[in-house]
Nanobody, 115 residues
């Protein structure tokens, strides 16, 4: 079955960095675009970044442009989100996502940016 497992979240000070990872299985990873979303309590889940099948195209939310970088390794079935210059407003649960015949989500990883 389709599985997405995120890791790498944690507590970081403002201005710091984190690298999130998502291990995918159960589908042909290299055939699908992947996305990272985030959600805070009381708010809708929002798209943070996405990457095409071959990494030729990436897209970012305006709020993270220039600070976050999405990448993937199709040989390892992994997708990453490098987050730099983190701000308190980046605090959220971050989810890996793939849309096959339906949307699939990981369990999420908590990122907390606080001094």
């Amino acid at each position: 079955q389709v599985q997405l497992v995120e890791s790498g979240g944690g507590l970081v000070q403002p201005g710091g960095s984190l690298r999130l990872s998502c291990a995918a299985s159960g589908f042909t990873f290299s055939s699908y675009a992947m996305g990272w979303h985030r959600q805070t309590p009381g708010k809708e889940r929002e798209l943070v970044a996405s990457i095409s099948r071959s990494s030729g195209s990436t897209n970012y939310a305006d709020s993270v442009k220039g600070r976050f970088t999405v990448s993937r390794d199709n040989a390892k079935n992994m997708v990453y989100l490098q987050m730099n210059s983190l701000k308190p407003e980046d605090t959220a649960v971050y989810y890996c996502n793939v849309r096959l015949w339906q949307n699939y989500w990981g369990q999420g990883t908590q990122v907390t940016v606080s001094s």
